[in-house]
């Protein structure tokens, strides 16, 4: 089959063996995948001729053997730790959701990791309504489905972004309040979803409640964070929770019941994926380099076309 290796850091089509898929595991042949930025940074370290990719969407080719998951022909999203970026793929049927009539494959390929991330997020947390949710990083994938889910949920959300551009369309998502800086938010609030670390994590553990709840799932900016003077001392029922998204579904194995979910919501209307940028794989390194440019809101698929 053909997949995407890395070369020096490059993406390049390659041809490489099918995989193997263990009992518990469909193979999948992929036709569309998303691109995260935590695996965009991490091409520069991988070893030569590795295999990326943590989204896929595409149809079931073999079903697992132990008769868990769906069946040969079936629609399906989900998530693997690596090797998504090809034309097939052994995916774990606890990580594997079939799509529902009416979502695209291209939109099933933006949910898994962006999807399942804000959406444990907000499951940390516990019942939302009415309850002040700020949302660093909110004009990514992560943060404008993290804006939806909690607007949803009746929440009264603060989407911080870097800049008017990225800003765009965020309040038309469920933001009641847009700001380019946690520091400029009012007020304090009760649920502060971080992903940006360095002094946005600072700013965003300061703009906490005393008994509210940080849910980390990123370092976009790469530096090193603070914490405030004092903190611990005016926090003491704070809660501060780092949320590695395979953690989560490979602990609690519900990643087939919560993409599930989410692609319902996504078929009845009340939930967009927010796919801004669509291109055929052979056109990954631009769209990996623009996405690390922060020259593309929301999500990013590449579909394998033959």
Known sequence: ???????????????????????????????????????????????????????????????????????????????????????????????????????SDIQAAALPVAALTAWRAMQMFGFLLDRRVLITGAAGGVGRIAIQLAAISGAVVTAVTSSHERAVGLVELGAKHVVRDPAEAAGRFDLVLESVAGPSLSSGLTALQPDGTLVWYGRSSRTASVLPPDWFATHAQARIIPLLVFNEVDSRRLGTYDLAHLLNLVSSGRLDPHVRVTAPWGQANKIVEDLLGRRITGKAVLQFIN
């Open 1 to 103: 089959m053909r997949a995407l290796t890395v070369e020096a850091g490059t993406l390049v089509v390659t041809k490489v063996d099918d995989p193997r898929p263990l009992s518990n595991q469909a193979l999948v042949r992929v036709t569309a995948t998303s691109l995260n930025r935590g695996e965009c940074t991490s091409l520069v370290r991988l070893p030569f001729g590795t295999t990326p990719g943590w989204d896929v969407a595409g149809i079931v080719e073999r079903a697992a053997e132990d008769g868990s998951g769906p069946s040969v022909g079936i629609r399906v999203c989900g998530l693997v730790r690596t090797g998504g970026w090809a034309e097939l793929v052994s995916v774990p049927t606890n990580c594997l959701s079939p799509i529902p009539d009416g979502v």
